[in-house]
């Protein structure tokens, strides 16, 4: 059974940083992508950030790039979202989410595409 759990989030002024973890079991070698979400209330679900547990490699929102980065430990089964800088608009639910195979670069970042789910982690911006 695939299980993700999501957590690190709290209370963080502007300007600060915050690294979320998600851990992960069950997965198969076809789970490639470990992504994060995020939703704002009254907002839709937002792609952040996505890492290919293979070969590292990586993608990110507009919004965060230059700001966040993600890494993955798979040894610890365990992937990272390193979060500097932060502003209000940063607010949010964080979820993980995985897919078995692969997606088009396109789709990465597209939570229709991702049937596991993590719980979410609070993540609040705020003096």
């Known amino acids: 059974e695939v299980q993700l759990q999501a957590f690190g989030g709290g209370l963080v002024q502007p300007g600060g940083s915050l690294r979320l973890s998600c851990t992960f079991s069950?997965?198969?070698?076809?789970?490639?992508?470990i992504t994060w979400f995020r939703q704002a209330p009254g907002k839709e679900r937002e792609g952040v950030s996505t890492?290919?547990?293979?070969?590292?490699?990586?993608r990110y929102a507009n919004s965060v790039k230059g700001r966040f980065t993600i890494s993955r430990d798979n040894a610890k089964s365990t992937v990272y979202l390193q979060m500097s800088d932060l502003k209000p608009e940063d607010t949010a639910v964080y979820y993980c989410?995985?897919?078995?195979?692969?997606?088009?670069?396109?789709?990465?970042?597209?939570?229709?595409?991702?049937?596991?789910w993590g719980q979410g982690t609070q993540v609040t911006v705020s003096s």
């Open positions: 989410a995985t897919r078995a195979n692969r997606l088009v670069m396109s789709a990465l970042l597209d939570a229709a595409q991702y049937p596991y």
């Open positions: 890492v290919n547990r293979r070969d590292g490699s990586t």
């Open positions: 069950g997965l198969t070698s076809s789970h490639y992508h």
